[in-house]
């Protein structure tokens, strides 16, 4: 149980367009899902916390108008990079909790998706 | 907000050595530390978590033992084995309710280990 998935594993873009990556949590539902942002040899950065039904909340320094977080259903969120650019080449992971009484402290991890700008 | 560091940033031993890593945190309203092991373009697995309510957790090769008043914690591996190769990463959290449960990651450390 507790599995969770991401939409594409990798994408490639051109400078400019837009991406929407999906994280959906496969059997539980989660109120609450974090999106994280990896860069090569590095650790994992909290990007947003996506609540279902109102705003995410954004880290220090993320842009929130470049970074759309849409947490739309209990066992759906999507983060769309907008207008990237090459920068914004990095692995992507999402993580969901579990909603009702199972472990209010364990996150579970989507497998990730490597996006590249070209 | 929370600063996770973990040290050290890499570490070599030899096949049925012990190896440890240490993380500090600054938040003392923190109360949730999971470690997570990485492989490259892998997501990360939790491979045990301590809440603040303990001191120590073991699960066979693995142990986490945390001290509140200095607040660091740290992860021991015995008898590593080949396969315990990767990044391993310390965390912090609040945990409990909608509104927490976000993770700050320590830096994170290499772990090899030679045959």
């Known amino acids: 149980g507790a599995v969770v998935s991401q939409h594409p594993s990798w994408v490639i873009c051109k400078s400019g367009t837009s991406v929407k990556i999906e994280c959906r949590s496969l059997d539980f539902q989660a109120t609450t899902m974090f999106w994280y942002r990896q860069f090569p040899k590095q650790s994992l950065m909290l990007m947003a916390t996506s609540n279902e039904g109102s705003k995410a909340t954004y880290e220090q320094g993320v842009e929130k108008d470049k970074f759309l977080i849409n947490h739309a259903s209990l066992t759906l969120s999507t983060l769309t990079v907008t207008s990237a650019h090459p920068e914004d080449s990095s692995f992507y992971i999402c993580?969901?909790?579990?909603?009702?009484?199972?472990?209010?402290?364990?996150?579970?991890f989507g497998p990730g998706t490597r996006l590249t700008v070209t | 907000g929370e600063n996770v560091e973990q040290h050290p940033s890499t570490l070599s031993v030899q096949e049925g050595d012990s190896a440890v890593i240490k993380c500090t945190y600054s938040d003392s309203a923190s109360n949730y530390f999971p470690w997570y092991k990485q492989e490259l373009g892998k997501r990360p697995q939790l491979i045990i978590d301590?809440?603040?309510?303990?001191g120590e957790k073991k699960d066979q090769r693995i142990a986490v033992t945390l001290n509140k008043t200095a607040k660091h914690f740290s992860l021991h591996i015995t008898e590593t084995q080949p396969e315990d190769s990767a990044v391993y990463f310390c965390?912090?959290?609040?945990?409990?309710?909608?509104?927490?449960?976000?993770?700050?990651f320590g830096q994170g450390t290499i772990l090899t280990v030679h045959p």
């Open positions: 993580s969901a909790k579990l909603l009702e009484t199972g472990d209010f402290y364990e996150q579970y």
């Open positions: 301590i809440r603040s309510n303990v």
């Open positions: 965390a912090a959290s609040r945990g409990g309710g909608t509104s927490y449960g976000k993770l700050t």
